[in-house]
């Protein structure tokens, strides 16, 4: 019978590889985006997991006049308010994590496993809040945008001047275009076909396009239905009424705004469990304050000669 090791005169990969450590990285997932949307909106902390927005009632009954260099009387006013403004109920996003003590004993090294376990339910979790910021039937900001601000797109695909459009209907300070990445690149092949081609910004690290000195943040959260899909323009910020995010602050067990990972103890299968909840919500103070361009078509192509 032949040696195996006939011919060799060194030590093989295949056996020294037994007495090598190789490096192993944490899970990788892919599903995990940048959710830039959730960093650019601007939170506020709410008491007891409500937040009211009250408006002026009969705004256009408020008198005032320009004085004028006589002893005319000068109108009487006051400010009335709403009886009942919207409240909004921060809802959660919850789920619970278990880990066998078994395997957290005994496989936690280099990686914890607990640790690893509930950093990627978090991202999770944390992509069903940015969703849920833009869908949920209550308080999504798609759901919740006035009749008024809603426009069609002139021809299908995204062009410059449909955003010049959004431009004039939201343009108290606006910040930031939301799009599909599609959609962006619908625009950009717009642009590039007129020959302006849109310039950049940089942004967390990143290049972003920009149109009209305003960047294009991509959120892959926007649905893309048979290549149609729709832009946001948004204003945000509560001193400049626009669109806010909202969170409950001091939660037991808190890691960062409106989340919490709390411990339950463990079962008598030897079963340790943790809650993690985050608790958010989104307001629209006043109407203007986003807009929407709807019907945009992301499957347009051009041919160049």
Known sequence: MADIHQGHTALGDVAARTLANATKTVPQLRLITPRWFVHLLHWVPVEAGIYRVNKVKDADKIAVD?????????????????????????????????????????????????????????????????????????????NNINDAMRIKTRSGAPTPDDLDELLAYVWKEPAFFLAHPRAIAAFGRECTRRGVPPPTVTLFGSQFLTWRGFPLI?????????????????????????VVGLYQPGLPGEQSMGLSVRFMGINHQAIASYLISLYCSLAVLTEDAVGVLENVDVGKYHEYK
Not at 74 to 102: C, I, K, M
Not at 114 to 135: A, D, S
Not at 218 to 237: A, Y
């Open 66 to 142: 320009c004085s004028q260099k006589d002893e005319r009387e000068l109108p009487q006013t006051f400010v009335d308010y709403e009886e009942w403004g919207r409240e909004y109920l921060l809802s959660a996003v919850n789920t619970v994590v278990d880990v066998h003590t078994r395997v957290s004993d005994l496989y936690s090294s280099p990686h914890n496993q607990i640790h690893e376990q509930i950093r990627l339910t978090i991202e999770i979790v944390k992509e069903r809040q940015e969703r849920e910021l833009l869908h949920n039937k209550e308080y999504g900001l798609l």
């Open 218 to 242: 991509p959120c892959d959260k926007i649905d893309v239905v048979k290549d149609k899909t729709s832009i946001l323009l948004l204003r945000t910020g509560e001193s400049r009424q626009g």
